[in-house]
T-cell receptor, first 116, second 113 residues
Framework: AQSVAQPEDQVNVAEGNPLTVKCTYS??????LFWYVQYPNRGLQFLLK??????LVKGSYGFEAEFNKSQTSFHLKKPSALVSDSALYFC??????????????FGAGTRLAVHP | NAGVTQTPKFQVLKTGQSMTLQCAQD?????MSWYRQDPGMGLRLIHY???????DQGEVPNGYNVSRSTTEDFPLRLLSAAPSQTSVYFC????????????FGPGTRLLVL
């Protein structure tokens, strides 16, 4: 079965420093990987996705993610963190469900706290 | 476009009561789904629909019913609420193409006493 793991419940980083939010995956076949962000009292917002092609994927708000097949990882990164980046981040992998529906399997989430 | 809308934003129920969570999208998406979000567990799929008139169960369907009479609407019904259904519920929609992203509503926070 497809799965993703986010090993850190929380990541703390100072404003202006680079940030990394980790994600590892377990899939059969080629993975379709996603990152979503959830701000307080809001729904999830799409950040970026990896389907195929370049291992470095660029997304919204200056975020990027690096797909590493040998390490089965898809870490989210940003060169310089902002306080406004503080939120809950979810890694997800697409799984083919019954009837052809392609559901997302989410990790447990990592809370990012950026301190001034 | 309003995107994906959900009502109500917050609801308190007593055990045994029933209610319907509303979800609508104006993007003409074929796929719609309901997730519940619980601390430390990410989002889990409750029910989904691949088009009007077609619904199916997700990972945690017990205690919930859905219907899809139109492309736009996908209501979630709790027939007899239980405290274990206290959660935040998100509706999502996407195009048929499996590579497309899902668009999420703002969520409904449900408390069952």
């Amino acid at each position: 079965a497809q799965s993703v793991a986010q090993p850190e419940d929380q990541v703390n980083v100072a404003e202006g420093n680079p940030l990394t939010v980790k994600c590892t995956y377990s899939v059969s076949g080629n993975p379709y990987l996603f990152w979503y962000v959830q701000y307080p009292n809001r729904g999830l917002q799409f950040l970026l996705k990896y389907i195929t092609g370049d291992n470095l994927v660029k997304g919204s708000y200056g975020f990027e993610a690096e797909f590493n097949k040998s390490q089965t990882s898809f870490h989210l990164k940003k060169p310089s963190a902002l306080v406004s980046d503080s939120a809950l981040y979810f890694c997800a992998v697409r799984d083919r469900f019954s009837g052809g529906y392609n559901k997302l399997i989410f990790g447990a989430g990592t809370r990012l706290a950026v301190h001034p | 476009n309003a995107g994906v809308t959900q009502t109500p934003k917050f609801q308190v129920l007593k055990t045994g009561q029933s209610m319907t969570l509303q979800c609508a999208q104006d993007m003409n998406h074929e796929y719609m789904s309901w997730y519940r979000q619980d601390p430390g567990m990410g989002l889990r799929l409750i029910h989904y629909s691949v088009g009007a008139g077609i619904t199916d169960q997700g990972e945690v369907p017990n205690g919930y019913n859905v219907s899809r009479s139109t492309t736009e609407d996908f209501p979630l019904r709790l027939l007899s609420a239980a405290p274990s259904q206290t959660s935040v519920y998100f509706c999502a929609s996407s195009y048929y193409d499996s590579k497309e992203t899902q668009y999420f509503g703002p969520g409904t926070r449900l408390l069952v006493l």
